[in-house]
């Protein structure tokens, strides 16, 4: 299943960009990362389907590493091909993409700056397709 980060805004030669760049390079299943302007632009098609959509968003569920890894693992054996995780802007996703959306995912009640999202999300996809593996990584307390 392609893991597949669709972000706003540019990233740029920044420590974020490093940490991304890390955890991209460990995932071991198929990975992409598309930015897209602030404004503007469209979001690309999905490249295979079917596909499930998560959006990135203060208003959407706290899911602990196991947890998301076991729902990568299930859309995955029901055979799902892509899973887009949204990233918005600065004042995140219209109702519209919302009510779309699969799930709507959040990382807590804080409010993280979008970069760091974006790294902090290819960390979660390494840690959860290495928690599907067995890979030692996840240390569960």
């Known amino acids: 299943?392609?893991?597949?980060?669709?972000?706003?805004?540019?990233?740029?030669?920044?420590p974020e960009e490093a940490l991304l760049d890390r955890y991209a390079r460990r995932i071991t299943w198929p990975f992409?990362?598309?930015?897209?302007p602030d404004t503007?632009?469209?979001?690309?098609?999905?490249?295979?389907t079917p596909v499930r959509e998560?959006?990135?968003d203060e208003r959407g569920k706290a899911l602990s590493s196991e947890e998301f890894a076991a729902l990568l693992g299930?859309?995955?054996?029901?055979g799902v091909r892509e899973c887009r995780f949204l990233i918005g802007a600065a004042d995140?996703?219209?109702?519209?993409?919302?009510a779309k959306a699969d799930l709507l995912l959040c990382f807590g009640q804080m409010t993280w700056p979008?970069?760091?999202?974006?790294?902090?999300?290819?960390?979660q996809l390494w840690r959860a397709?290495?928690?599907?593996a067995g890979h030692p990584y996840h240390r569960a307390g």
Not at 129 to 132: D, F, G, K, N, Q
């Open 40 to 48: 503007g632009g469209k979001v690309p098609p999905p490249s295979q």
């Open 129 to 132: 397709t290495s928690i599907l």
């Open 32 to 36: 992409r990362h598309t930015e897209l």
């Open 1 to 14: 299943m392609l893991l597949h980060i669709i972000a706003r805004g540019k990233i740029a030669r920044s």
């Open 74 to 78: 299930r859309w995955r054996d029901e």
């Open 114 to 123: 979008h970069l760091m999202a974006r790294a902090m999300l290819a960390e």
């Open 92 to 98: 995140g996703h219209g109702d519209e993409a919302r």
């Open 54 to 56: 998560v959006l990135l």
